[in-house]
């Protein structure tokens, strides 16, 4: 269809233009083409649109990093790590800044797990695709509570939602080394500038020791079983942006 266009008359009010009528069809049909087009030509990224309520479930998001990383029966991401447990005492000004159940008391008991970025459980611990690193600490008091911290090695996430993330997994394990150029990451990462720089500027660490973890997720767990936030800053870590991580094991 070839754009209409809404006769406006000679003066205002002369009789001689399109009646209002008509020209909102005209205005409806015009822009209902245009959507069309803007449709088919996103078509081949299949990219998801920026929506606030995810279109995919869950376990379809778990299934593209099984696609991504292999199906090697172990968590879908982080599958390579170690737990630690030890003993946490807070700064004993914490409490005059923040409830967090975790810095109100004199100490609690920690279960700290280190991991790799990967989907692989026997992924090198300097292979690129171990990046970024996770760090994951439950602090536990008595009576059965207690508040979890999930982090990882980098300021930021390559994308803001599941959807986004779910693609970013698909494209990864579109493109092996025999998938033509460009692959579907190339394209993905083309539309996807921050996703570019999370995975262009990662850096294999010397150690656990030496490095920081910026972006962090904090939940606290009672006895009711879902979580409830905990807004924390300049303590044990800096919340920067949030991260996507299960309850530890």
């Known amino acids: 269809m070839a754009k209409q266009t809404i006769n406006i008359g000679s003066a205002a009010n002369d009789g001689t233009g399109t009646?209002?009528?008509?020209?909102?069809?005209?205005?409806?049909?015009?822009?209902?083409?245009?959507?069309?087009?803007?449709a088919a030509a996103a078509e081949p990224f299949n990219w998801s649109p920026q929506v606030d309520d995810p279109i995919h479930t869950p376990a379809e998001l778990v299934e593209s990093m099984h696609s991504a990383f292999g199906y090697n029966h172990c968590r879908a991401v982080h599958a390579k790590g170690i737990i630690l447990q030890g003993e946490f005492t807070p700064d004993t000004h914490a409490k005059e800044i923040t409830k967090a159940p975790h810095l109100q008391g004199p100490g609690s008991k920690v279960t700290v797990r280190f991991s790799d970025f990967s989907g692989v459980p026997t992924i090198p611990d300097n292979d690129l695709m171990a990046n970024p690193r996770g760090m994951a600490i439950r602090f536990e008091f008595p009576g059965g509570a207690s508040t979890d911290v999930a982090a990882h090695s980098f300021n930021g996430f390559p994308v803001s939602n599941t959807d986004d993330l779910r693609e970013l997994m698909l494209a990864i394990a579109a493109s092996g080394p025999c998938a033509a150029t460009p692959t579907a990451l190339d394209r993905f990462l083309e539309f996807h500038p921050t996703a570019r720089a999370f995975l262009a500027t990662q850096e294999t660490p010397a150690s656990f020791a030496s490095i920081s973890f910026p972006a962090t997720e904090f939940r606290s767990l009672s006895d009711n079983p879902l979580y409830k936030g905990l807004m924390i800053s300049g303590l044990i870590l800096v919340p920067a942006t949030p991260i996507i991580a299960s309850r530890l094991p």
């Open 19 to 38: 009646n209002l009528r008509a020209g909102g069809t005209m205005i409806n049909e015009n822009f209902t083409e245009v959507y069309a087009g803007v």
